[in-house]
């Protein structure tokens, strides 16, 4: 029977004119990786080495800052880069550790294609999600009762 | 969500949700929470729980399991997934133009 909370990992793909050496440096170098994922980063690309990064809030996250606490598992220049992924933060449902991205890189038309799967999120989340669910029935419950009283 | 606030207007109905939240349970069980409730009473909330998105209802053989749908894995991956395409678009970017300032150099 399959689980009802296990997540399916995200998968993207994305074609760069640039050669899988040059995109690799924007995984493990901390002046390139903020031009794109982070504003700032902790990188020791090397298996068991330290991949952290502070993220900004955005529109959908107004919180902020974030910060995502990994660390690299395989490195692999100029083709395959993974590292773990999790927050420090206890408002982020994912832990430090909780989840992984796994990035591969393959020469295509003189470019490089681009593919990010993270998987494993976690299970756990939905506990804290569960939390958030408690609380907004709490919440609404008054403002529905007072609408629908007598009906 | 009109249905949703409806649902959750009814005390009961938000008493099956809180016990619903964190297990799967059937009619039964739920209804054994609550000995001034009869069974066909019990059904009709958990049609309207249904009906508004709030619950799931599962067949186990030939027993129903009910859980809450709190949608919050969905929001996350929703939230991820933009997360990850809005990022490797500016990859692309500042990587193409690394390439260019490479060849040029």
Redesign the interface.
């Given at each position: 029977m399959p689980d009802a909370t296990k997540t399916e990992a995200i998968v993207r793909e994305i074609h760069i004119d640039a050669s899988p050496e040059t995109v690799f440096g924007f995984f493990t170098e901390p002046d390139k990786l903020t031009r794109w994922l982070a504003e700032e980063a902790t990188l020791d690309p090397r298996p068991g080495g330290i991949n952290h990064q502070t993220h900004a809030g955005g529109p959908d996250n107004p919180g902020g800052p974030y910060f995502m606490r990994g660390e690299f598992v395989e490195v692999e220049p100029p083709s395959r880069v993974v590292f773990t992924w999790g927050f420090e933060n206890p408002e982020v449902d994912i832990e430090p550790g909780a989840s992984t991205v796994e990035v591969t890189l393959d020469a295509e038309d003189g470019g490089t294609r681009v593919r990010v799967v993270h998987s494993g999120l976690p299970e756990s989340e939905l506990a804290a999600h569960r939390e958030g669910w408690t609380e907004m029935l709490g919440r609404l419950a008054p403002a529905v009762e007072g609408r629908s009283r007598g009906t | 969500m009109q249905n949703a606030?409806?649902a959750?207007?009814a005390?009961r109905r938000?008493d099956i949700?809180?016990l619903v939240?964190?297990e799967e349970l059937t009619a039964g069980a739920i209804a054994a929470n609550f000995g001034d409730v009869s069974r066909p009473a019990i059904s009709q909330h958990l049609r309207v729980l249904r009906e508004a998105g709030l619950i799931?209802e599962?067949r186990?053989g030939t027993r129903r399991l009910y859980?809450?749908d709190?949608g919050?894995?969905d929001?996350?991956?929703d939230?991820?997934?933009?997360?990850?395409?809005e990022?490797?678009?500016?990859?692309?970017?500042?990587?193409?133009r690394?390439?260019r300032s490479?060849r040029n150099a």
């Amino acid at each position: 029977m399959p689980d009802a909370t296990k997540t399916e990992a995200i998968v993207r793909e994305i074609h760069i004119d640039a050669s899988p050496e040059t995109v690799f440096g924007f995984f493990t170098e901390p002046d390139k990786l903020t031009r794109w994922l982070a504003e700032e980063a902790t990188l020791d690309p090397r298996p068991g080495g330290i991949n952290h990064q502070t993220h900004a809030g955005g529109p959908d996250n107004p919180g902020g800052p974030y910060f995502m606490r990994g660390e690299f598992v395989e490195v692999e220049p100029p083709s395959r880069v993974v590292f773990t992924w999790g927050f420090e933060n206890p408002e982020v449902d994912i832990e430090p550790g909780a989840s992984t991205v796994e990035v591969t890189l393959d020469a295509e038309d003189g470019g490089t294609r681009v593919r990010v799967v993270h998987s494993g999120l976690p299970e756990s989340e939905l506990a804290a999600h569960r939390e958030g669910w408690t609380e907004m029935l709490g919440r609404l419950a008054p403002a529905v009762e007072g609408r629908s009283r007598g009906t | 969500m009109q249905n949703a606030f409806e649902a959750i207007a009814a005390p009961r109905r938000r008493d099956i949700l809180r016990l619903v939240h964190t297990e799967e349970l059937t009619a039964g069980a739920i209804a054994a929470n609550f000995g001034d409730v009869s069974r066909p009473a019990i059904s009709q909330h958990l049609r309207v729980l249904r009906e508004a998105g709030l619950i799931r209802e599962r067949r186990d053989g030939t027993r129903r399991l009910y859980s809450a749908d709190t949608g919050g894995l969905d929001a996350l991956r929703d939230y991820l997934g933009r997360f990850w395409d809005e990022r490797l678009e500016t990859l692309k970017t500042e990587a193409e133009r690394e390439e260019r300032s490479k060849r040029n150099a």
